[in-house]
């Protein structure tokens, strides 16, 4: 069985919908590497995919979206920046799991399929969303 270490993974995309997929595929692949279910894995696949679309869609002016995993024994978090302008702070924050709102579903989906989710919003310089999934015992 291999050693699940810690470990980065960075990749950057393009902020257009078609490079998503890749961002799917790389994500699966490391978070494979941990000891999370088919269902875990699929639950990290569509909350990257969600935060991708969130930063093309929503942030105007920004032409590539970073995506940083970083592994430990027991979790997968994923850091994902854009650098584009246009989110407000107070609707991401004040959003809760309870609450899907009409254009926020997907800030709804992220929060009820990871552990742990954290926004640093700033309006000109872009987004950075870290999401934290925790290896079932």
């Known amino acids: 069985m291999p050693e699940h270490g810690r470990g980065v993974v960075e990749l950057r995309i393009p902020s257009k919908a078609e490079w998503v997929a890749v961002a799917r595929l790389a994500i699966a692949a490391v978070a494979n590497r941990l000891d999370f ?25 920004g032409d590539q979206i970073e995506i940083t995993c970083e592994t430990e024994k027991s979790s997968l978090t994923v850091h994902v920046k854009d650098y584009g302008v246009g989110t407000q702070p107070e609707e991401i924050q004040s959003r809760r799991v309870s609450e899907p709102r009409e254009g926020g579903l997907g800030v709804f989906l992220i929060r009820s399929l990871m552990d742990e989710v954290q926004y640093d919003v700033h309006p000109e310089l872009g987004t950075n969303l870290v999401m934290r999934k925790k290896v079932s015992a």
């Open 37 to 61: 279910s088919i269902e875990e894995i699929e639950d990290v696949k569509l909350a990257v995919a969600e935060a991708c679309t969130n930063c093309i869609q929503h942030a105007t002016g």
